[in-house]
């Protein structure tokens, strides 16, 4: 199983949205609607921040939400603060018991 | 309140094998999915298993044959065995609760592990 394709890096300013894609196949992404971000600072253990596509944990602001096109999930982080700078990862279940996470997405708050 | 703590050697030599320990507290470890990640430096995450309580284990099918979980219920604590190792698999290694869909739910803190002699 390959690991799923994010862009190395996103950027925008305090109050802006970036948006982060995450694609992979049908066989995870695509066939499948268990998909998860998780926002990892440096130095510490990512945290879950989106499940199930659209689902967010207790505590997680609405700022951030999920959604998914097809073989796509995304994930839009809304009015960008400086705390929101951390490196994202999605994950996806791959079928057959085995799951698979993003190459990851650095954010940057210009 | 949710905690996991990873234990085990920091260093293990080429070939060996890495040992670690998971022990969990605040929660039943028959309450989720017991999960195994880990981050080279400076890389992504990477999904290595789960286990369950009743002993059922998933594996990457790239480590399939190199890695072995088990589960003592009476500890609250879940284990990885990773044999025969070499530098690649210098990493940080995480434990995380999950949900069956793979949700990593709580996370611990990751512990280092370096191979190397």
């Known amino acids: 199983q390959s690991a799923l394709t994010q862009p190395p890096s996103a950027s925008g300013s305090p109050g802006q949205s970036v948006t982060i894609s995450c694609t992979g196949t049908?066989?995870?992404?695509?066939?499948?609607?268990?998909v998860s971000w998780y926002q990892q600072h440096p130095g510490k253990a990512p945290k879950l921040i989106i499940f199930?596509?659209?689902k967010r944990p207790s505590g997680v602001p609405d700022r951030f939400s999920g959604s998914k096109s097809g073989n796509t999930a995304s994930l839009t982080v809304s009015g960008l603060q400086a705390e929101d700078e951390a490196d994202y990862y999605c994950s996806s279940y791959a079928g057959s018991n085995n799951f698979v996470f993003g190459t990851g997405t650095k954010v940057t708050v210009l | 309140q949710v905690q996991l703590q990873e234990s085990g050697p920091g260093l293990v030599k080429p070939s060996e094998t890495l040992s670690l320990t998971c022990t969990v507290s605040g929660v039943s470890i028959s309450s989720y999915y017991w999960s195994w990640i880990r981050q080279p430096a400076g890389k992504g995450l990477e999904w290595i298993g789960r286990i369950y309580t009743s002993g059922n284990t998933n594996y990457n099918p790239s480590l399939k044959s190199r890695v072995t979980m088990s589960v003592n219920t009476s500890k609250n604590q879940f284990s990885l065995k990773l044999s025969s190792v070499t530098a690649a698999d210098t990493a940080v290694y995480f434990c995380a609760s999950s949900t069956a869909w793979g949700v990593a739910i709580h996370w611990g803190q990751g512990t280092l592990v370096t191979v190397s002699s």
């Open positions: 199930d596509v659209t």
């Open positions: 049908s066989s995870d992404v695509g066939g499948y609607n268990y």
